[in-house]
């Protein structure tokens, strides 16, 4: 991608080693109690630190980003630029674009969601409007999933931000009132055809990405490839050695291609109704 020098967002919040609560008042006192007690019963420190209430205020990171900091400074420009799109296209339909603020952080971190760890991967907390991101998910993309390549990353980002735009046209609401009244299987294929939106939101934003030259040749390949990485048919046969479909919860690996193939190509949310698509390739398989 031709990032470099392009305008980066303001609406990024570095919470990067920073941690979490502690669950003994924190503090300096905090921080050797916890050593010693992790000392002592050979327990893992971060393991300790308080991941349960949602209640207390989270830590507040720094706005912005360094300029010695160039993976956060891509983060900052590929964000920028999804606002750029989501508002021109928020614009001609005559409504104002709110865009989320990014938090970057490493390990844990709380959020209106609950906390948020590393382990989980990148997040949306519509809750409290912000995409979660530990930039560590970038070295796994590339080393334990096989996508490597800045727009890989990128598309990453526009995922999480197209849940965002969900969240902001009321659909994360309606979704969340109607997985009540379902069952699991019901649910888990809601929340595929809500993640296949996202895929294809992202791609829409990757359209708008090309219009505007920030791709290179093999950047739309990058995308594709990790869409593919991050199917849940690739994963569960990673992880397990099997696929069980009705327990997917993002879309097979041919559905997230496919979803975000169709954003970019078409480069209008209205391609991206993942919800009424019925054609057999759609569906849960
Ligand atoms: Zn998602």
């Given at each position: 991608m031709r990032w470099e020098g392009r305008r980066g967002s303001g609406n990024i919040e570095d919470r990067r080693g920073m941690g979490v609560r502690l669950p003994i008042g924190g503090g300096i006192g905090g921080i050797v109690l916890l050593l010693l007690f992790s000392a002592l019963t050979g327990t893992n420190p971060i393991d300790l630190?308080?991941?349960?209430?949602?209640?207390a205020a989270p830590p507040v990171g720094t706005t912005g980003v360094r300029e010695d900091d160039p993976q956060s400074q891509f983060v900052s420009v590929v964000l920028a630029d999804t606002e750029e799109t989501w508002r021109k296209i928020f614009d001609e339909r005559g409504d104002a674009y709110t865009p989320p603020i990014l938090v970057l952080f490493t390990q844990a971190t709380s959020s209106a969601c609950g906390t948020g760890s590393s382990a989980m991967g990148p997040f949306y907390c519509p809750a409290d409007r912000r995409v979660y991101l530990d930039l560590s998910f970038f070295r796994d993309l590339d080393q334990q999933f096989g996508a490597p390549g800045d727009f890989a990353q990128a598309y990453v980002i526009a995922h999480e931000v197209g849940h965002h735009v969900q969240a902001a046209m009321g659909l994360s609401e309606r979704m969340a009132g109607m997985r009540e009244r379902l069952d699991e299987r019901q649910a888990n294929a809601l929340s595929v055809r809500q993640e296949l939106q996202a895929d294809c939101y992202a791609g829409v934003w990757g359209f708008y990405a090309a219009k505007r030259g920030l791709l290179e040749a093999g950047d739309a390949e990058e995308g594709l490839r990790a869409a593919a990485a991050i199917g849940d048919d690739r994963l569960q046969r990673q992880k397990q050695g099997q696929v069980v479909?009705?327990?997917?919860?993002?879309?097979s690996s041919v559905q997230r291609v496919d979803w975000l193939r169709r954003g970019m190509d078409a480069?209008?949310?209205?391609?991206?109704?993942?919800?009424s698509s019925e054609s057999s390739r759609d569906r849960g398989m």
């Open positions: 630190i308080n991941v349960g209430g949602g209640d479909p009705e327990s997917f919860t993002h879309g480069g209008r949310p209205e391609t991206c109704d993942t919800f």
